[in-house]
């Protein structure tokens, strides 16, 4: 999957946003002249676990609050994106586990904080994970988008005791352009609940360039295993022994510069930036493992 930087430019309810300003500087401020590709929609519903009745003692510990976000997008048509906090006992059991879990929710191990080879640094205070940072540890999954929906509608009914629907935000009517080798998505973000009323501008900015992770999600030729041919890619990947974890940190690092420039050169101000997230690559990583674990076994058994 592309590696995509999301601005967002709030605005007041009484004034006006920034798309238009957005949009003009897309046609004046980039060497690239865009390209309308078509439309997309976005709808957001965050539900948060209701607070206990019981009142708290003096030595009881603050809870801390369980989030669970619903996220469906056009151009995923055909699932939805799930994030919750993680389960508590899980927490606790990977306290004890040695692995220690950043403020910003990512864990980190005792390869990581040594060194060793293949390891990656914990992720910094940016304004990328700020918001990580303000609560506990968190898990995604994907589901099949109609089971989406009926999930949501499960906890909003069945679960109403121990789950409110906190709001609902919507893109209903964004804009896609091609600019280069970027994709840019911006629209107006409109909260439908509890109230309606227009929060701000949201951008995205997809880097559709030459990338290794597509790379290594390319079909595979199902008689050797072998990646096949990408003659657009400009990226020899004949097997992807040669490409390391720290590869794809690289890659993503210098596709998230590439976005900040891109950004920068619009010259808008006031914007919340959300781009390498803590486990950002994890997915790539565990294919790339499984590309080479299936490379040395067809060579093992290609010896017989």
Excluded at 32 to 61: I, K, N, Y
Excluded at 62 to 88: C, D, K
Excluded at 118 to 141: E, F, K
Aim: charged share 20%; with cysteine; hydrophobic share 35%.
């Amino acid at each position: 999957m592309p590696i995509t930087g999301v601005y967002f430019i709030p605005s007041n309810p009484n004034a006006s946003t920034g798309l238009a300003t957005i949009t003009e500087r897309l046609h004046t401020a980039l060497a690239d002249e865009p390209t309308l590709v078509g439309r997309w929609f976005l709808e957001h519903r965050l539900m948060r676990d209701t607070p206990s009745c019981v009142p708290a003692s003096a030595s009881q510990r603050q809870v801390q609050p369980r989030y669970m976000q619903f996220l469906s997008l056009s151009f995923h048509s055909n699932h939805g994106f799930i994030y919750t906090s993680e389960a508590l006992e899980k927490s606790t059991h990977h306290s004890t586990t040695s692995v220690s879990t950043t403020p910003a929710g990512s864990p980190t191990n005792s390869t990581a904080q040594s060194g060793a080879p293949g390891a990656t640094a914990p992720t910094p205070s940016t304004p990328s994970n700020a918001a990580a940072q303000s609560g506990g540890p968190m898990v995604m999954t994907t589901v099949p988008l109609p089971s989406c929906n009926a999930l949501f509608q499960h906890f909003g009914y069945a679960c109403q005791p121990f789950w409110c629907h906190r709001h609902t935000v919507t893109v209903p009517g964004g804009v896609v352009y091609d600019v280069g080798d970027f994709r840019v998505r911006v629209g107006d973000v409109r909260q439908t609940q509890p109230a309606a009323r227009v929060r701000g501008t949201v951008v995205e900015i997809e880097w559709r360039g030459p990338c290794i992770v597509d790379a290594i999600s390319a079909p595979r030729n199902s008689s050797d295993g072998q990646i096949a041919d990408d003659g657009d890619s400009g990226i020899d990947m004949a097997f992807p022994d040669a490409i390391e974890d720290a590869d794809i940190d690289a890659e993503y690092a210098a596709s998230a510069a590439l976005i900040r420039e891109f950004w920068a050169r619009l010259g808008i101000e006031g914007a919340r930036e959300a781009i390498l997230l803590p486990d950002v690559g994890k997915e790539a990583k565990d294919r790339l493992r499984r590309l080479k674990q299936k490379g040395r076994n067809t060579a093992v058994y290609g010896d017989f």
